[in-house]
């Protein structure tokens, strides 16, 4: 598989929450919230158009997961390194981005299977790995709505990774 490739349908998982990303502001704040809610073993698969905040996101929550020391860590975007690697309190957080992922066999390569057991992992372009979708992961799917504005989808496999995300959406602007 190229990066030109087609990518797969993403799993059809129940929806657990929607909500609307007005700035990017927004956007770190919705990330600070799940990053408090997320504990090693979890997954978070982050889909959506080039532009759609996936990356912002991802900084954000590794950076709270970082504590008041990520604020001044560098978050380089993955997408030529494939995988980026921070040693956070209480679990090793692992960004990767699967955009340039020539064939999903190479996940195995990465060592991401193993991280997902161990480590909280940010999956961009998780089209890239289908059909292997962890099955406790929560799939976040964003949108372009507007030129700072997004729309935020959050659906979920097994487990209860999904309504641990939902439960700290109320109430963010």
Sequence with gaps: M???APAHDLPDWPVCARIDLLSPLVTERVAERVAGVLSAGDTLLLSGELGSGKT??????IRARLGPE???EDI???SFTLVQTYDAPGAEVWHADLYRLGHPDEIFELGLEA???DAICLV???ERMAPEWPAAAALL???VTGEDSRALTVSAGSGDLGARIASVLDGVA
């Design 2 to 4: 190229t990066p030109d």
């Design 56 to 61: 912002h996101f991802a900084r954000a929550l």
């Design 141 to 143: 799917r964003f949108r």
């Design 124 to 126: 961009e372009w998780p």
């Design 70 to 72: 990520g604020a001044a």
């Design 115 to 117: 991280a997902m057991e």
């Design 76 to 78: 380089p975007s993955p």
